[in-house]
């Protein structure tokens, strides 16, 4: 447990220090993009906060294989988790960073996306079997080209259903915490019953990204004083996919023992700790297709809009997702621990799709409300707005109240130019 708690400290240490270095470059080097008509916030704000990212992403990788349990695991691990990240990761910030910096063709970042999850395959780090009950039939282990192609579509599925969910300031990095911890609270759960070393590779991952979401989140929480980027959104995207890969254990028997429910977890937890974002994802597809658009065109109908269209705030639309997020994930994880019928999920769902709406409600929303008064039509009131004014010195009022430059009068123009002079009356004093 300490071993996770440091190289998670480490993560959030290195990635806080570097992003105000990331901040100066991006600024030099133009990385900061005039606002857009979608766009949430008002100011011009640099990105690539995802470099930021990917060093305390790195630094705590290597920190990990150091240590003397976990490192003992990665180093014993098939996939070579520690190299694969690693590399991986290089490639998808490599493309975000384009892509941020000079615009890149989505088909061509789609193509980015399918040659990094190529190298966690390449590097063993793939979805070995689909775990299923005995009653389904038993899990079904997979050969290495239907493993292949559904680990790549695994990982890209993820990468811009993180992407997706990026419109809010701190919204993406706190909601892949949230799921990183799920995921890291259900790998220590099966750690506890068997001993299997992909279960403790996969807490490590996650350990380090709850770190590099941590140390992110100060600069990134509104008001934002930089992005995360397309560069920040896909590495974690990246790194949230390849620690549900590796979280089902090796061997199917070992979670059929435990009770009912934790056989199909593999497959849920997946699903519930990235119902936010595959939902914003999937309904945005359907909604730009309808009307004829590319499904990567971008547009502003995301779940986050609309919490802002209906009157909240920026911070409490954050924050509503946030809690939706985190009651979703932990209850599929927390059910885990005793055998429960499978209608008991279908339970939480509903539950949890009655808390939001409930805090999405008008009604909930205080004095942003529709029935606040005018003070609430105003900007965000926990953020800037447009930026300030410059301010007016002395020199400013000297120059609106000089005379006009010396030059020929209306009327001497007029006479010069054979046209009928009109007399200008004398003005009062």
Same mark, same amino acid.
Request: proline share 8%; with cysteine; aromatic share 6%.
């Given at each position: 447990?300490?071993? #996770?708690?440091?190289?998670?400290?480490?993560?959030a240490?290195v990635t806080y220090?570097?992003?105000?270095?990331?901040?100066r470059?991006?600024?030099?080097?133009?990385?900061?993009?005039?606002?857009?008509?979608?766009?949430?916030?008002?100011?011009?704000?640099p990105r690539?906060?995802?470099?930021?990212?990917y060093?305390?992403?790195v630094?705590?990788?290597l920190?990990a294989s150091?240590l003397?349990h976990? %490192?003992?695991a990665?180093s014993?691990?098939?996939g070579?988790?520690?190299?694969?990240?690693?590399?991986?990761g290089?490639l998808?910030? *490599?493309t975000g960073f384009?892509d941020?910096?000079?615009?890149?063709?989505?088909?061509?970042?789609?193509?980015? /996306?399918i040659?990094a999850a190529?190298?966690?395959? #390449?590097?063993?780090?793939? *979805?070995?079997?689909?775990?299923l009950p005995?009653?389904? %039939?038993g899990?079904?282990?997979?050969? #290495?080209t239907?493993?292949?192609?559904?680990t790549i579509l695994i990982?890209v599925?993820t990468i !811009?259903a993180?992407n997706?969910?990026?419109g809010?300031?701190g919204?993406?990095?706190?909601i892949?915490? $949230?799921?990183?911890?799920?995921?890291?609270?259900?790998?220590?759960?099966?750690? /506890?019953?068997m001993?299997?070393?992909?279960?403790?590779?996969?807490a490590?991952i996650?350990?380090?990204?709850? @770190?590099?979401? *941590?140390?992110?989140?100060?600069?990134?929480?509104?008001?934002?004083k $930089?992005?995360?980027g397309d560069?920040g959104a896909?590495l974690? %995207?990246?790194?949230l996919?390849?620690?549900i890969?590796t979280?089902t254990?090796?061997?199917?028997a070992?979670?059929?023992?435990? !009770?009912?429910?934790?056989?199909?977890?593999p497959l849920?937890?997946?699903?519930?700790?990235?119902?936010?974002p *595959?939902?914003?994802?999937i309904t945005?597809v359907v909604?730009r297709?309808?009307h004829?658009?590319s499904?990567f065109?971008p547009d502003r109908?995301h779940?986050h809009? =609309?919490?802002?269209?209906? @009157?909240?705030?920026? =911070?409490?639309?954050?924050?509503?997702?946030? +809690?939706?997020a985190f009651?979703f994930?932990?209850?599929?994880?927390?059910m885990s621990?005793?055998?429960v019928?499978?209608l008991?999920?279908?339970?939480?769902?509903?539950l949890a799709?009655?808390?939001?709406?409930?805090?999405a409600?008008?009604?909930?929303?205080?004095?942003?409300g +529709?029935?606040s008064?005018? =003070?609430?039509?105003?900007p965000d009131d926990d @953020?800037?707005p447009?930026?300030?004014?410059?301010?007016?010195?002395?020199?400013?009022?000297?120059?609106?109240?000089?005379?006009?430059?010396e030059?020929?009068?209306? /009327?001497? =123009?007029?006479?010069?130019e054979g046209k009928?002079?009109i007399p200008a009356?004398?003005?009062?004093?």
């Amino acid at each position: 447990m300490r071993e #996770y708690l440091f190289m998670a400290l480490i993560s959030a240490a290195v990635t806080y220090l570097l992003v105000p270095l990331v901040r100066r470059f991006a600024i030099r080097i133009g990385a900061m993009p005039e606002v857009r008509a979608r766009d949430v916030h008002t100011t011009p704000t640099p990105r690539l906060g995802g470099l930021a990212m990917y060093g305390g992403l790195v630094v705590g990788l290597l920190v990990a294989s150091q240590l003397k349990h976990t %490192g003992a695991a990665l180093s014993e691990s098939e996939g070579k988790a520690v190299t694969a990240l690693i590399v991986a990761g290089g490639l998808i910030t *490599l493309t975000g960073f384009l892509d941020d910096w000079w615009g890149m063709d989505a088909f061509i970042k789609l193509g980015g /996306q399918i040659a990094a999850a190529g190298v966690l395959v #390449y590097f063993d780090l793939r *979805l070995l079997y689909i775990p299923l009950p005995k009653d389904w %039939g038993g899990s079904t282990s997979l050969d #290495y080209t239907l493993s292949t192609i559904i680990t790549i579509l695994i990982v890209v599925v993820t990468i !811009n259903a993180v992407n997706f969910v990026d419109g809010l300031d701190g919204l993406a990095a706190g909601i892949v915490c $949230i799921a990183a911890m799920a995921t890291w609270a259900y790998s220590i759960l099966l750690a /506890q019953s068997m001993s299997v070393g992909n279960i403790t590779t996969t807490a490590a991952i996650a350990a380090v990204l709850i @770190g590099t979401c *941590l140390g992110f989140l100060p600069h990134n929480f509104h008001p934002a004083k $930089i992005f995360m980027g397309d560069t920040g959104a896909m590495l974690i %995207g990246l790194v949230l996919a390849s620690s549900i890969v590796t979280v089902t254990p090796l061997d199917p028997a070992a979670i059929e023992d435990m !009770n009912k429910v934790p056989v199909l977890l593999p497959l849920m937890l997946p699903a519930a700790v990235l119902v936010l974002p *595959l939902i914003d994802l999937i309904t945005a597809v359907v909604r730009r297709t309808s009307h004829g658009m590319s499904p990567f065109a971008p547009d502003r109908g995301h779940l986050h809009h =609309r919490l802002l269209d209906i @009157g909240h705030s920026h =911070r409490r639309s954050v924050l509503i997702m946030y +809690a939706w997020a985190f009651l979703f994930a932990f209850g599929m994880v927390a059910m885990s621990r005793e055998g429960v019928p499978v209608l008991l999920f279908v339970v939480v769902i509903v539950l949890a799709l009655a808390v939001l709406v409930l805090m999405a409600a008008p009604r909930w929303r205080g004095r942003g409300g +529709a029935h606040s008064s005018p =003070r609430s039509k105003q900007p965000d009131d926990d @953020g800037p707005p447009t930026g300030p004014m410059p301010p007016i010195t002395p020199e400013t009022e000297v120059r609106r109240r000089m005379p006009p430059q010396e030059g020929p009068s209306s /009327q001497e =123009r007029a006479s010069a130019e054979g046209k009928p002079v009109i007399p200008a009356f004398p003005s009062r004093p």
